[in-house]
């Protein structure tokens, strides 16, 4: 039984990938200031769970087989200088381990595509499983991290967070200019790696990813804006427009970096769109477990505040749910839980309620939608891993 369990872990498909990520993160962000250089790497020095990392590899596995677009060409230029000297971030000859004899593999392969000049996808569907993530795949998983720990160096100065991921947060340690610094210094560097990519569509597809990401924490911010009468009830809207937020600021960068991998792999259109559908339902069950979580675990566990929603008056899944049994939490909502004992008494009537539970069931449906879009992705070992992960999200407890 341990051996299977052991089989199946999805880590065990790309964990050796995964293991480059922090080291060649560090290398992406070398700079000529020794502050920023410690300031930006900040956050990659806890061990961050590399969810979405994990599934840009995954899913790079899960489309390397199957059929294939015509005509595209993309070229990586994967060994070009200017003045960051971005050949440090390729693994060494000095750092090969056995998984990179397939890496280095591959990468011929794309040299020798482009030396013809054809700048064609360098593998056919018969390509053997060893050669299936490709560098750009890898540089890919690196921006999608980039970006993702850029918004939290920002969302930790506007939520006046007091810790993440078990560490002291990035504007309590180093000051708000600081961590505001260092996300944008992330974001440019991202911004340079993915031009490198050298394929205008996926530049294009991530590009967006910003764009909503700062729709949906606007979205998240005007809603507690909004001046109307109490509801008695949250209405259809209010859900819909939570959902909408939630797609915007957790499942897009999952959805299109997933999108993108499965392009970088010049996959079909039908098997690009399974895998954005599969990165949305994940992404949006994601952050309904994040909703949900904070009202049921400790800060301690989550290595992150708890209970930190309501404080910033924000109305989640678990409180709309609750809304719907218990209307008298409608003023509260409308009024931000900013009147003295509003965090308390919400606390107590989402507890009371079946908030928590509807959530969970809500999440899960989100994440059978991911497992169902998958269904049209050939067979393999990196398919099940991708439903296996799906799956963990809803028992995540952090
Ligand atoms: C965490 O949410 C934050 C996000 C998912 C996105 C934050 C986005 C911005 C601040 C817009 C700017 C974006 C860029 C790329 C510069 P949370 O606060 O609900 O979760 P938490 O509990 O982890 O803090
Ligand atoms: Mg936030
Ligand atoms: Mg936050």
Request: one cysteine or more.
């Amino acid at each position: 039984a341990e051996q299977s369990k052991k089989l199946m872990d999805p880590k065990d498909l790309v964990g050796s990938e995964l293991s480059f990520i922090t080291d060649n993160l560090a290398r992406l962000l070398e700079s000529g200031h020794p502050m920023l250089n410690t300031v930006s790497r900040y956050y990659f020095s806890a061990s961050g769970k590399h969810i979405r990392p994990l599934l840009v590899m995954l899913v790079a596995q899960a489309t390397s087989i199957g059929s294939k677009r015509q005509g595209r060409s993309s070229i990586l230029v994967d060994n070009e200088f200017d003045h960051i000297d971005y050949s440090l971030i390729d693994r060494s000859a000095s750092q090969t381990i056995q998984s990179d004899q397939e890496s280095q593999a591959s990468n011929r392969l794309i040299q020798d595509a482009t030396r013809d000049g054809h700048g064609g996808r360098p593998y056919s569907p018969h390509v053997t499983a060893g050669l299936t993530i490709l560098p750009t795949h890898r540089r890919l998983a690196e921006i999608t991290e980039m970006i993702h720990t850029s918004s939290l160096l920002h969302d930790d100065v506007i939520d006046h967070a007091e810790t993440r991921r078990g560490l002291p947060a990035i504007q309590k340690k180093f000051g708000n200019k600081m961590a505001i610094f260092a996300g944008d210094f992330l974001l440019a560097r991202a911004s340079m790696a993915l031009a490198r990519l050298r394929d205008p569509e996926v530049t294009e597809i991530m590009a967006s990813v910003l764009c909503d990401l700062v729709d949906g924490e606007f979205k998240q911010l005007k809603n507690l804006e909004v001046e109307d009468a109490p509801m008695s009830q949250p209405d259809e809207p209010a859900f819909a427009y939570y959902l909408e937020k939630t797609y915007l600021k957790t499942g897009s960068l999952i959805a299109k970096s997933l999108r993108s991998s499965a392009i970088l792999s010049n996959s079909t259109d039908d098997i690009v769109e399974a895998t954005y559908i599969y990165g949305r339902n994940l992404g949006i069950a994601f952050q309904l477990i994040d909703d949900l979580l904070d009202f049921t675990v400790s800060a301690a566990e989550l290595g992150k505040p708890a209970g930190a929603d309501l404080e910033l008056g924000l109305a989640t899944a678990p409180v709309l749910y609750a809304w719907q049994e218990f209307p008298e939490l409608g003023p509260l909502v409308a009024r931000k839980f900013s009147v003295d004992g509003d965090v308390a008494k919400a606390w107590e009537l989402v507890h009371r309620s079946e908030g928590v539970e509807r959530t969970r069931v809500l999440a899960r449906q989100y994440m059978e939608r991911a497992a169902e879009a998958l269904r049209i992705l050939p067979p393999s070992s990196a398919r099940d891993a991708l439903e296996r992960v799906a799956m963990s999200v809803l028992t995540r407890t952090k």
